[in-house]
C-alpha cells in the first residue's frame, strides 16, 4: 500500500515537471531604469520556452517597434523580448513599462504580462528657494531668530524627474535631521529643518543644495542667520583712569556686543543722574565732586544687558574740611589736651601737627587728632595743622587756621633750687624764671640773720630791691630779679622766691655766694699748671710701663735683698701742709715749702688726682698692710684723695720692687712737677 502510494507522488511530480518545462514563463521580468535626456536605454524581459509574440505597453499605451527608436535588443525566438530605446524623452519614454507575451494558442492560458518597470527619463529641478514654514513665497534677506530659541526654515525644489535630494549645510557644515515631502503631482520636493540657535550662530550661512545627477551646474539656495540677542557690554579705556586730576579730560568707552544695534546709556551710582547716552563718554575738564562710580549700560529690541561699573578717581590737593576744638582754647597745666583735624584729599592727605612758638616752630605729631596729656606751660602757642598728599610725584599740602592754646595754672619753676657766684662789692642781679598764668604775686625772703625781710615785685629795702618782672622769651613765662647793691660776703646765703596765684603756689631757693675775683695772672698759671701736669702724668704712666716689663725673677730679688723697706708704705698724696711720708722705721717729714698765690689752683688739682693704670691705683685700692708694720702709728691727717707709694712707684705685678736698689721715690721727680710748689706726703 505504502508503496503503491509513493509511486503516485513520483508520478504526479514527474507530471508536473513536463508540463512546467513545455510551457512559456518569465526568465527575467523588466525593471526600475533611469536614463538622461537624449540617451539610450535597453528594457530587459527574457522568456523560456517562449511560444507566444512579445509585446511591450507604457502607461497602458502599446507600443510598436519604430526603426531610431523603439528596436528590439534581442532574438525574439530564444525568448529574449528585450527592447532598446534610443533617443530618451521625457515626454514619451518617461512612465511604467511593461513586457507582455501572447498564449502558445488560444487554447492555451500562459499568457504572460509583467509588473509594471517604471523608466524614468532624467530632467533636472527647474528651481529651488527657501520659505518660512506656513507660507508659500519664499522670503529674502537673513534668516532671523532670538539667541536660545530655534528656528524652521523649508527648502522648496521644483521639477526635476526623479524627484532630487536636497542637502543642508549650516555654517559649512553638513546638517543632518532635516524631513522631506514629495508631491509627484505637482514636481515639488520639500525639505524642512528645525535649527536651534545662539549668539554665537549670528552671521552663519544657512545652504540649501539640490542633488540630482542631471544638474549640469550646483543648484542650491542659501541666506544667512541673524541672531538677535540681548547686549553684553564691556568698557575701553585709553588711558590710565587712576591718574585724572581737577582739569583733566576723562575718556571712557562703553563697547556693547548686541544684535540688533543697543541704545547707551551712561549715569552716576546713587544719584541715577544720566550724563551720556553714547558709546564714548567724555567729561571736559573734570572736577573732584565728578569723581564716583559711573555705569553703563545697553538696550536693544531683546532686552536690557547686565550694567559694567568704572570707579573715576580725581586726584586733588587737600582741602582742611574741620579744625577744633575751637580757635582759642584754654585748658589747666596737667590737664589732657585734644586738637582734631579732617581734611579731604586723593590720594588721602597725610597730618602733621606743627607747634609755633614767640622763638620756634616744632613738629608735635603725624596723627589726625593731636593729644597731649599733661600739659605744661611749653605747650602754649600756636598750633597748625597741615595736610599733605602728592600728585605725580609733586608735593600738594594745604594749613589749618591756627587754634591759639593757652595754659593757666599754678607757677611752675623748671627747678627748685639753683645757685649763683657773685664778685665781691658789686650790684649782685639774681634772676628766676617761672610760668603761670595768672601772672603770680611774687615775693622774696631774703632770709639770714636779722634779715626776715619779705620784698614784693617793685620794692626795696636797703641794698635788697625786686624789680618788675619782665616777659620771658615764652608766652605766661617771666623773670623775677632781685639786685643786691654792693654785695659782701655777709650776704651770702639762700634766697626764696614765693610765687602764688589762685591756683597755687611755687617756691625757688636761690644759693648766693659772694667771691673774691681770680686774678688774671692766677687763671693763666692754672691753666698751664693743668696742661703740663696733663704731659707729666702722661710721662709717668709710660715709665711705669715700662718697670711693668722687668721680669719677675729678678724683682723678687730685689724684694730679698731689700729687707729693711717695706713694700706696703701707705704714702699719699695730700695738699695738707702737715702730710708726712711714712715708712717702716719711723717718720719722715719733707720741709714745707712756700705756695705761691699763683700755684694754688695746681695744688687743687693734685687733690683730685687719680690714675688707674697698674702703677698706680683709683685712691679706694689699697694692698695689704704687712704685718710688721700693723703697729706703725696712722697719719693724724687725710687727704681726701689719696695714691699709694708703691702703687705709685712700681707695677703691681713686681711686688712693689727694691728701694734699696732704686733708692727713695721721688714722687715730685716721678712726676716731673714744679719744684716750687709744695706737696705733702703721709
Request: net charge negative; hydrophobic share 30%.
Given at each position: 500500500?505504502?508503496?503503491?502510494?509513493?509511486?503516485?507522488?513520483?508520478?504526479?511530480?514527474?507530471?508536473?515537471l513536463?508540463?512546467?518545462?513545455?510551457?512559456?514563463?518569465?526568465?527575467?521580468?523588466?525593471?526600475?531604469?533611469?536614463?538622461?535626456?537624449?540617451?539610450?536605454?535597453?528594457?530587459?524581459?527574457?522568456?523560456?520556452?517562449?511560444?507566444?509574440?512579445?509585446?511591450?505597453?507604457?502607461?497602458?499605451?502599446?507600443i510598436a517597434?519604430?526603426?531610431?527608436?523603439?528596436?528590439?535588443?534581442?532574438?525574439?525566438?530564444?525568448?529574449?523580448?528585450?527592447?532598446r530605446?534610443?533617443?530618451?524623452?521625457?515626454?514619451?519614454?518617461?512612465g511604467g513599462?511593461?513586457?507582455?507575451?501572447?498564449?502558445?494558442?488560444?487554447?492555451?492560458?500562459?499568457?504572460?504580462?509583467?509588473?509594471?518597470?517604471?523608466?524614468?527619463?532624467?530632467?533636472?529641478?527647474?528651481?529651488?528657494?527657501?520659505?518660512?514654514?506656513?507660507?508659500?513665497s519664499?522670503?529674502?534677506?537673513?534668516?532671523?531668530?532670538t539667541?536660545?530659541?530655534?528656528v524652521?526654515?523649508?527648502?522648496v525644489?521644483?521639477?526635476?524627474?526623479p524627484?532630487?535630494?536636497?542637502?543642508?549645510?549650516i555654517?559649512?557644515?553638513?546638517?543632518?535631521?532635516?524631513?522631506?515631502e514629495?508631491?509627484?503631482?505637482?514636481?515639488?520636493?520639500?525639505?524642512?529643518?528645525?535649527?536651534?540657535?545662539?549668539?554665537?550662530?549670528?552671521?552663519?550661512e544657512?545652504r540649501?543644495?539640490?542633488?540630482?545627477?542631471a544638474?549640469?551646474?550646483?543648484?542650491?539656495e542659501?541666506?544667512?542667520?541673524?541672531?538677535?540677542?540681548?547686549?553684553?557690554?564691556?568698557?575701553?579705556?585709553?588711558?590710565d583712569?587712576?591718574?585724572?586730576?581737577?582739569?583733566?579730560?576723562?575718556?571712557?568707552?562703553?563697547?556693547?556686543?548686541?544684535?540688533?544695534?543697543?541704545?547707551?546709556?551712561?549715569?552716576?551710582?546713587?544719584?541715577?543722574?544720566?550724563?551720556?547716552?553714547?558709546?564714548?563718554?567724555?567729561?571736559?575738564?573734570?572736577?573732584?565732586?565728578?569723581?564716583?562710580?559711573?555705569?553703563?549700560?545697553?538696550?536693544?529690541?531683546?532686552?536690557?544687558s547686565?550694567?559694567?561699573?568704572?570707579d573715576?578717581?580725581?586726584?586733588y590737593?587737600?582741602?582742611?574740611?574741620?579744625?577744633?576744638?575751637?580757635?582759642?582754647?584754654?585748658?589747666?597745666?596737667?590737664?589732657?589736651?585734644?586738637?582734631?583735624c579732617?581734611?579731604?584729599?586723593?590720594?588721602?592727605?597725610?597730618?602733621?601737627?606743627?607747634?609755633?612758638?614767640?622763638?620756634?616752630?616744632?613738629?608735635?605729631?603725624?596723627?589726625?587728632?593731636?593729644?597731649?596729656?599733661?600739659?605744661?606751660?611749653?605747650?602754649?602757642?600756636?598750633?597748625?595743622?597741615?595736610?599733605?598728599?602728592f600728585?605725580?610725584?609733586?608735593e600738594?599740602f594745604?594749613?589749618?587756621?591756627?587754634?591759639a592754646v593757652?595754659?593757666?595754672?599754678?607757677?611752675?619753676?623748671?627747678?627748685?633750687?639753683?645757685?649763683?657766684?657773685?664778685?665781691?662789692?658789686?650790684?649782685?642781679i639774681?634772676?628766676?624764671?617761672?610760668?603761670?598764668?595768672?601772672?603770680?604775686?611774687?615775693?622774696?625772703?631774703?632770709?639770714?640773720?636779722?634779715?626776715?625781710?619779705?620784698?614784693?615785685?617793685?620794692?626795696?629795702?636797703?641794698?635788697?630791691?625786686?624789680?618788675?618782672?619782665?616777659?620771658?622769651?615764652?608766652?605766661?613765662?617771666?623773670?623775677?630779679?632781685?639786685r643786691?647793691?654792693?654785695?659782701?660776703?655777709?650776704?651770702?646765703?639762700?634766697?626764696?622766691?614765693?610765687?602764688?596765684?589762685?591756683?597755687?603756689?611755687?617756691?625757688?631757693?636761690?644759693?648766693?655766694?659772694?667771691g673774691e675775683?681770680?686774678?688774671?695772672?692766677?687763671?693763666?698759671?692754672?691753666?698751664?699748671?693743668?696742661?703740663?701736669?696733663?704731659?707729666?702724668?702722661?710721662?709717668?704712666?709710660?715709665?711705669?710701663?715700662?718697670?711693668?716689663?722687668?721680669?719677675?725673677?729678678?724683682?723678687?730679688?730685689?724684694?730679698?735683698?731689700?729687707?729693711?723697706?717695706?713694700?706696703?708704705?701707705d704714702?699719699?698724696?695730700?695738699?695738707?701742709?702737715?702730710?708726712?711720708?711714712s715708712?717702716?722705721?719711723?717718720?719722715t717729714?719733707?720741709?714745707?715749702?712756700?705756695?705761691?698765690?699763683d700755684?694754688?689752683?695746681?695744688?687743687?688739682?693734685?687733690?683730685?688726682?687719680?690714675?688707674?693704670?697698674?702703677?698706680?691705683?683709683?685712691?679706694?685700692?689699697?694692698?695689704?698692710?704687712?704685718?710688721?708694720?700693723?703697729?706703725?702709728?696712722?697719719?693724724?691727717?687725710?687727704?681726701?684723695?689719696?695714691?699709694?707709694?708703691?702703687?705709685?712707684?712700681?707695677?703691681?705685678?713686681?711686688?712693689?720692687?727694691?728701694?734699696?736698689?732704686?733708692?727713695?721715690?721721688?714722687?715730685?721727680?716721678?712726676?716731673?712737677?714744679?719744684?716750687?710748689?709744695?706737696?705733702q706726703?703721709?
Amino acid at each position: 500500500m505504502l508503496k503503491m502510494a509513493g509511486e503516485l507522488k513520483a508520478l504526479i511530480v514527474l507530471i508536473t515537471l513536463k508540463l512546467t518545462l513545455s510551457t512559456q514563463h518569465w526568465d527575467e521580468e523588466p525593471g526600475y531604469k533611469e536614463v538622461n535626456p537624449g540617451g539610450e536605454i535597453v528594457m530587459v524581459c527574457l522568456v523560456k520556452n517562449k511560444k507566444g509574440e512579445c509585446r511591450w505597453e507604457r502607461d497602458n499605451t502599446p507600443i510598436a517597434a519604430f526603426a531610431g527608436k523603439y528596436e528590439w535588443a534581442g532574438d525574439q525566438s530564444k525568448g529574449d523580448c528585450s527592447l532598446r530605446i534610443l533617443q530618451a524623452n521625457l515626454e514619451y519614454d518617461n512612465g511604467g513599462w511593461v513586457c507582455q507575451v501572447t498564449a502558445t494558442s488560444f487554447k492555451e492560458k500562459d499568457t504572460l504580462i509583467s509588473h509594471p518597470a517604471n523608466l524614468v527619463v532624467r530632467a533636472p529641478p527647474t528651481s529651488v528657494h527657501l520659505r518660512v514654514p506656513g507660507e508659500s513665497s519664499p522670503f529674502t534677506g537673513p534668516l532671523v531668530a532670538t539667541s536660545g530659541s530655534e528656528v524652521e526654515v523649508e527648502c522648496v525644489a521644483n521639477g526635476g524627474n526623479p524627484p532630487p535630494g536636497l542637502q543642508w549645510y549650516i555654517g559649512g557644515r553638513r546638517w543632518e535631521g532635516n524631513t522631506e515631502e514629495i508631491n509627484q503631482e505637482t514636481g515639488v520636493t520639500v525639505s524642512r529643518v528645525r535649527l536651534p540657535v545662539t549668539r554665537g550662530d549670528d552671521k552663519k550661512e544657512v545652504r540649501c543644495e539640490v542633488v540630482h545627477e542631471a544638474l549640469a551646474d550646483i543648484l542650491e539656495e542659501k541666506t544667512i542667520l541673524e541672531i538677535h540677542y540681548l547686549p553684553q557690554v564691556s568698557m575701553s579705556l585709553s588711558e590710565d583712569i587712576s591718574d585724572y586730576t581737577e582739569g583733566d579730560t576723562a575718556t571712557i568707552s562703553c563697547i556693547a556686543d548686541a544684535n540688533p544695534k543697543a541704545d547707551i546709556l551712561w549715569y552716576r551710582d546713587g544719584s541715577g543722574e544720566i550724563v551720556g547716552r553714547r558709546e564714548t563718554l567724555k567729561i571736559m575738564n573734570i572736577k573732584r565732586d565728578q569723581a564716583g562710580v559711573y555705569i553703563c549700560k545697553a538696550n536693544n529690541s531683546v532686552g536690557q544687558s547686565d550694567t559694567k561699573k568704572i570707579d573715576i578717581q580725581v586726584k586733588y590737593a587737600p582741602v582742611i574740611i574741620s579744625v577744633g576744638p575751637k580757635a582759642n582754647v584754654t585748658q589747666l597745666l596737667r590737664s589732657k589736651l585734644e586738637l582734631t583735624c579732617e581734611a579731604s584729599g586723593n590720594p588721602l592727605p597725610q597730618y602733621t601737627w606743627i607747634h609755633h612758638t614767640e622763638t620756634e616752630s616744632t613738629v608735635r605729631g603725624h596723627e589726625k587728632n593731636l593729644i597731649i596729656t599733661g600739659l605744661t606751660y611749653r605747650d602754649q602757642g600756636q598750633y597748625e595743622c597741615r595736610a599733605t598728599n602728592f600728585i605725580r610725584g609733586e608735593e600738594k599740602f594745604v594749613k589749618s587756621t591756627l587754634i591759639a592754646v593757652n595754659v593757666t595754672g599754678a607757677p611752675k619753676v623748671k627747678e627748685r633750687r639753683s645757685e649763683v657766684f657773685i664778685l665781691r662789692g658789686t650790684d649782685a642781679i639774681v634772676k628766676v624764671e617761672f610760668c603761670a598764668d595768672p601772672l603770680p604775686k611774687q615775693t622774696w625772703h631774703l632770709g639770714g640773720p636779722g634779715h626776715s625781710v619779705l620784698l614784693s615785685s617793685e620794692c626795696s629795702h636797703e641794698k635788697f630791691s625786686v624789680l618788675k618782672e619782665e616777659p620771658s622769651t615764652r608766652e605766661d613765662c617771666y623773670i623775677s630779679t632781685l639786685r643786691i647793691e654792693g654785695a659782701e660776703k655777709t650776704d651770702s646765703r639762700e634766697y626764696v622766691l614765693h610765687l602764688e596765684n589762685y591756683l597755687g603756689l611755687e617756691t625757688h631757693t636761690v644759693r648766693v655766694n659772694i667771691g673774691e675775683m681770680i686774678a688774671q695772672e692766677t687763671l693763666i698759671g692754672g691753666i698751664v699748671g693743668g696742661a703740663i701736669t696733663i704731659i707729666t702724668i702722661l710721662i709717668a704712666l709710660v715709665c711705669c710701663v715700662r718697670r711693668c716689663c722687668k721680669s719677675e725673677k729678678q724683682l723678687k730679688q730685689d724684694i730679698e735683698s731689700n729687707a729693711g723697706w717695706s713694700s706696703q708704705s701707705d704714702v699719699s698724696i695730700s695738699t695738707d701742709p702737715h702730710s708726712e711720708v711714712s715708712t717702716g722705721t719711723g717718720h719722715t717729714t719733707i720741709p714745707d715749702l712756700v705756695l705761691k698765690k699763683d700755684e694754688k689752683k695746681y695744688v687743687q688739682y693734685l687733690e683730685h688726682l687719680s690714675v688707674s693704670q697698674e702703677c698706680i691705683k683709683p685712691p679706694s685700692l689699697h694692698s695689704p698692710t704687712p704685718s710688721n708694720l700693723t703697729d706703725r702709728p696712722p697719719s693724724s691727717t687725710r687727704a681726701p684723695s689719696q695714691v699709694s707709694y708703691n702703687d705709685l712707684c712700681f707695677p703691681k705685678t713686681s711686688n712693689y720692687g727694691s728701694m734699696r736698689k732704686n733708692g727713695r721715690c721721688d714722687i715730685a721727680a716721678k712726676l716731673n712737677l714744679p719744684p716750687n710748689s709744695v706737696y705733702q706726703f703721709h
